[in-house]
């Protein structure tokens, strides 16, 4: 996979478009916000992405979400089932709304797509559903010329096709984009159709390789 670092070096000229995720690349770490939901539930805070990415159902459920086959309540069954099941006290309906409110934006970064686009680069919104309050922070309008939701199109992250999508609704060529997204097996995917990608931690980070990947200025002006 090609790094904005790599190619730098090798002077390949700058990408046309960015692709960017939300949860935990435009808001708080989802590992935060996941904490905080376990912590609600008397749970220790890794409980949360620790039962989701090992427990059957729930992981089985939230697959089935992303895709838009399982709807909002349908995965809050499955996840707070599970919840209870690792010795929580979770009340099912509401639980995605709660999530969401602890996923606070992470401001710089989404100054950073409003810079973006106000330079004349065009801003996809790659992302896997969580709930439709996911993006309630937000006016997507405002944002991202278009906006890419996986239980909208049927297929999630870190599937080529999703990319694929968000490249042809810009007009622009996988090989002209640049990915921000904080989960590694994503960025992979995204390499499979050669799109250049920046592993997000920080925004501290992450900012100056946007630029760098754009072809922005790297400060910009008090």
Known sequence: ?????????????????LLIDFGGVLTVPLRRAFGALADDAGLDPDAGLR???????ARTALGEHEVGRLDDEG????FAAALVEAGGRVEPRGLL???????????????LVREVRAAGV???????????DCYARVDLDELFDVTVISGQVGVRKP????????CERLGVAPGQCVLVDDLEHNLVGAARLGIDGIHHRTADETIPRVRAALGLPTTTAA
């Open 75 to 78: 995965f809050e069954d499955a």
């Open 159 to 166: 599937s080529r096709q999703i990319y694929r999508i968000a």
């Open 122 to 132: 065009p801003v996809a919104l790659v992302s896997n559903s969580l709930g439709r």
């Open 1 to 17: 996979m090609t790094t904005t670092s790599d190619a730098a070096a090798g002077e390949t000229p700058c990408a046309a478009a």
């Open 97 to 111: 709304a709660r999530l969401a409110e602890h996923l606070d934006l992470d401001e710089p970064m989404v100054d």
């Open 51 to 57: 039962v989701l990415a090992t427990h059957e159902g």
